[in-house]
């Protein structure tokens, strides 16, 4: 008898330490695996991008630079429009991005005469990290910029709205949680927490056997973020009870429609204020193809801009050599991309002008 239990002891021994170091190895492949995913972000080499960067704007567009502190990192920001006095937009953008990549976006909000705080997040362009750590940091980064709206002078007497896309537009909605005084919101292609986003990722990457990763992910973010690690969106809205505007693409390759999307999490949403935009026509119903014009769509079907360049990162392993890059961007009209729908634009302006205070 005594034999038996202590064979059955070891056995249980046995399979506890199989799981401990299972786990820690899985920790240490999860905590690799996003550092290299949330890897610090340069600007881009204007030769290697379509969109317009700053030095195409900079005559007509002047800009004043600010920092503010986000944990021990200094973010760099610009306020765009400073002689606007509509209202103060404050623009948080996407996962792999900088700010410039949407000054599509922010200079023709100016020129409907809104006043834009855009800033590079944490491991982004201009600011300080070794990288953008994770999809909490993005609500945590638009906290700080909302604190230093508040207390700068040139900014702290305006009404306030929030814009953001993907890892900003879930920021622009979770940020709700938090206790500003926000006008409106609009959330571009935003998910709904870190965690559904996250393993929505690992079963694309492993199928059904990323479920095996789910508590290791959890943990994760849990140790990297604490109380920040668990912000959801739906829950910010229905906090805020102000309006919001839920914008995503029915074939969003990103973030599903269907499941991590804020607009996934539409039946949970009370807040009767919330008006949802679903864009489902084919070549602007993605990521961000909607920002762009019907005729961008047709070109880049005609001339397969977005089935080229999966080629070269094939090809290429994802390291397309600089003259590749260079002659592949060099084949774009990059006054039609550059170019940005105007009702697309007219749909936000709206909606904030909607809700002036």
Do not use: M
């Given at each position: 008898m005594e034999k038996k239990k202590s064979k059955k002891k070891k056995v249980v021994l046995i399979v506890l330490v199989f799981?401990?170091?299972?786990m820690v190895i899985g920790y240490v492949i999860t905590a690799s695996q996003m550092n290299k995913n949330f890897c610090r972000i340069a600007y881009p080499d204007t030769q290697e991008t379509a969109y317009w960067m700053y030095d195409h704007y900079e005559n007509e567009y002047p800009r004043e630079s600010v920092e503010?502190?986000?944990g021990e990192n200094t973010l760099k920001g610009f306020i765009y429009g400073m002689?606007?006095?509509?209202?103060?937009?404050?623009?948080?953008h996407g996962?792999?991005?900088?700010?410039?990549?949407?000054l599509g976006i922010i200079i023709r909000l100016v020129d409907r005469g809104w006043r834009v705080l855009a800033y590079d997040a944490t491991g982004c362009g201009y600011s300080e990290g070794d990288g953008s750590k994770g999809l909490a940091q993005s609500v945590i980064d638009l906290d700080k910029a909302l604190d230093f709206a508040e207390s700068d002078s040139r900014l702290k007497d305006m009404n306030k709205y929030v814009l953001g896309h993907s890892w900003g537009g879930y920021a622009a909605a979770a940020v709700?949680?938090?206790d500003h005084d926000i006008k409106a919101c609009v959330t571009l292609s935003g998910y709904n927490s870190p965690f559904e986003?996250?393993?929505?990722?690992?079963?694309?990457?492993?199928?059904?056997?990323?479920?095996?990763?789910?508590?290791?992910?959890?943990?994760y973010n849990k140790v990297t973020f604490g109380k920040d690690s668990?912000?959801?969106a739906a829950k910010g809205i229905n906090k805020s009870g102000i309006p919001v505007e839920v914008v995503h693409g029915t074939e969003d390759e990103t973030i599903s429609y269907e499941h991590s999307a804020i607009m996934a999490h539409k039946d949970e949403i009370t807040n009767p204020n919330v008006k949802y935009v679903t864009y489902s026509d084919?070549?602007?119903n993605g990521h961000s193809s909607y920002f762009q014009t019907a005729e961008y769509a047709k070109y880049e079907a005609e001339n397969r801009i977005d089935e080229r360049l999966e080629e070269l990162e094939e090809k290429y392993d994802d390291k397309i050599p600089h003259d590749e890059l260079v002659e592949y961007y060099s084949s774009i009209d990059k006054e039609l991309f550059n170019e940005y729908d105007e009702e697309f634009i007219d749909m936000i302006d709206d909606f904030f002008n909607e809700n002036l205070k």
């Open positions: 799981l401990i170091v299972s503010f502190k986000s002689d606007n006095d509509k209202g103060l937009v404050v623009f948080a996962i792999g991005r900088v700010h410039e990549r949407y709700l949680n938090f986003q996250l393993t929505e990722a690992c079963d694309e990457k492993y199928g059904i056997a990323g479920k095996l990763l789910y508590p290791i992910i959890w943990t668990s912000w959801e084919e070549g602007r």
